[in-house]
């Protein structure tokens, strides 16, 4: 298999997950290159023996000498990125992303994508409430999810490749998913638990009230600190699906509220001990 | 001040909160006794030095010998317990509770109460996801915060051995707020919370969703485990001040969720870039 031979990466984009990823395949001995806008976070990444080499220009002779490509851009960049650049990539190249959402993404480039080298989408479920390469952490990855999001236009070689990549990176778990699919989850899983923490987070001015805070607040405020640049785009990506599990979420808030509203005891432990059951299955695995 | 002397403390209600009430008093070196249903708990106590005795029966002679009666009951049994066992208390006894709301408890209990005892409202806000005095662990107390909720029925000096006590029990911070005050906000850091971590945990069978999950569902669901006995009693007792925390959380999602319906990409950045100024401020406390 390609990726456990003498193979050499490069990462475009280097922020908190390039960075990491860097750092981890470096760290497995492998030879990792990378490409992104600022000299200083190149610079960083060498002192710091992230990665071998690096460079700001987009210089086809440097590209061409990688057998996989990691993209860590934002959605609409790595799409302009390689409708500009593909023609620098060694014939043969894997190809794969980090994006949060894949249906977008996978199939459009695809479509515009050379026939000799393949994309497979992937998604680490792994990230920190801070940014840039200086953050660069491995150990995100060790109890993180990864998945890969493979279309009828994968071949078998590049998903196994791309699974592979996972499991050296050091993801816990590894799992394959249709974009489709992909989206309807991480709609429900991440986007909608990030807008519930911003709009709980928006509520009111609550910094007078953190000698009161217990737990359930800043659990539930956690991910409210949040990149709006790129989970605007990412939201306006899977607008269709996250809109339908944001109405799926007031349903049964409304229903808890007018249970309330209503003094319906009987409906309002109903509600609760269905949530406690199924909070408890969850816990198990 | 009464509560460093040698001062005999009763815990009415071996649960939880009342078991770590009774081992972090005993393990200061107080005489703790404890009333509650089961001879199985009061067994438990003794055994594991948690209260130097105790009895499932209300008695006169027994009652009358503390100086400091702490009620650890769900709301509405607390009230009947004090209408009806209110002769055994002994004269100038100090009387507090536990309870998650104030203002239907305290009031009510300061207007039945016989002149010659004094109760001043108390809330531990700590807590665990399992029950029983087994699982009593004073630690719970060590980062969370302790309110004082008096009333202008309350004497100073009443109010100075209330929060003693909860510095003695170990609380990091010990605060007083009007019972209304405190309403308010526990209706929104604690009830609104549990309400939407339980609607979010009711959207859909989500077990099968645990491959993929990554920190965020897990955060804001792990309050979803919830007594539904207990937090139904309380969310009714609050239920003006949750239902309007409930509907001001309602109109926050619904603009977010209009904004991306609209795809109001500035909109949308400016409810995240206030969400993540004030999480960020309130960090650093």
Known sequence: ?????????????LGLIGGSYAQALTDLGYEVG???RSQSSIDYAVENKLI?????KIDKDYISQFDVVI???YPKVLIDWIEKNQSCFKSGALLTDVTGVKGPIVYKIQDILRDDVEFVGAHPMAGKEVYGVQNADKSIF???????????????EAI?????LGKILGFKTIAELSPEKHDEMIGFLSQLTHCIAVSLMTCKESEHLVDYTGDSFRDLTRIAKINDEMWSELFLLNKDELLSQMDLFMDKFKSLRDSIENEDKEKMKEI???STVRRSLFDKK
């Open 1 to 13: 298999m390609k990726i456990i031979n003498d193979v050499k990466f490069l990462i475009v984009g």
């Open 34 to 36: 990378a490409i992104t």
């Open 52 to 56: 071998a080499h690096g460079t700001t």
């Open 71 to 73: 993209f860590a851009l």
């Open 142 to 156: 060790r109890n993180a999810n990864y998945i890969v999001t493979p279309t009828e236009k994968n071949t078998k």
């Open 160 to 164: 196994e490749e791309c699974k592979q």
């Open 272 to 274: 609760m001990r269905l």
